[in-house]
């Protein structure tokens, strides 16, 4: 269960993610998305509570801004979206839905990349991870700055979170 | 004539999907032959006589671009045929993949995620160059036969 408050629907805790990363993430993601699902997901207010199973993928990205990206699917959502993405049925507990999820967190985060460096970033990524929860939790609701991005689309609705991590400098001990 | 593909992917997903959706261009028959990392699909592509491959970019132990540099090593050191070599990638950036293509020695690239229309235009030179060399390898594995005599002329007779 998500804890964070949610005026808006990029809802952040703490500092916030810069605002070129959520612009870069918003963009990635219709272009991903539209490439294979043909329509945009439509962004809505950030749910603060979210009911049931959920599969992530997630990437981190290092460079100018470190941050995690990652995409939740709900338990209804990820085999309309597994469909469309691979051609073929997933059952959401099988062990290919997570690949599935780790490999659409991969594509879009190569786009972030290019979304990033057109807006003058530099940043290279991870390999995806996955996480399975119910409901799921990732990310502690203190400490990091934190941005949730909520949609809802034809194949059902799904959340972006980034979480951005401390500088280098900060990380060093005894600071 | 079937042409023999490696598919080299950490993700299954990502495998199957691959071989679908090459199966789908309806170039020719394939036979597909996977791999589950770098090091596995150096160990086969050694073992066996494959006509083309796909390597993921981006995976644990040994990269794809590592792979490929890898792979035509071999190829050289052995004065083997070099196969076609593409490579799937997520990678956007331009500059990146070129200078990745050019430096490890790879004739390709199919960006993720993509369609079965992409695949036709952009394997269709590659596709065509493994088939070539699949009709090359077998003209040369049937030369053999062919300049073996007859079982029933007086050759035959002299070499049964």
Redesign the interface.
Known sequence: MSTLTAPDPVSTAGASIHPAIVDAVRASLDKTYSAFFTERPEPIEYLEHHEGPCIAGIISFVGDRSFTFSWILKKETAPNVAQKFCGFEIPFESADMGDMAGELVNVIAGEIIAQLERRGMKASMSLPTVARGAPLELIPEVGPSIANLEYTSSEGGFWLRLAAAKTIAQRLPGR | MKVKALVVD?????R??VM??VTEAKFCEFEFVEAEDGQVALDKLKAADFDIVFVDW???NMTGVDFVREARKHEKANGIDAIPMVMV?????MGKIQEALDEAGADGFI???F?VEELQVKLKKHVEKAQVLRVRKNRLTAAPAAAAPASGGWLGKIFS
């Open positions: 950490d993700s299954g997903i990502m199957k999907m679908k959706t981006n995976m644990p990638t997520s990678e956007k950036t960006s993720k995620p369609t």
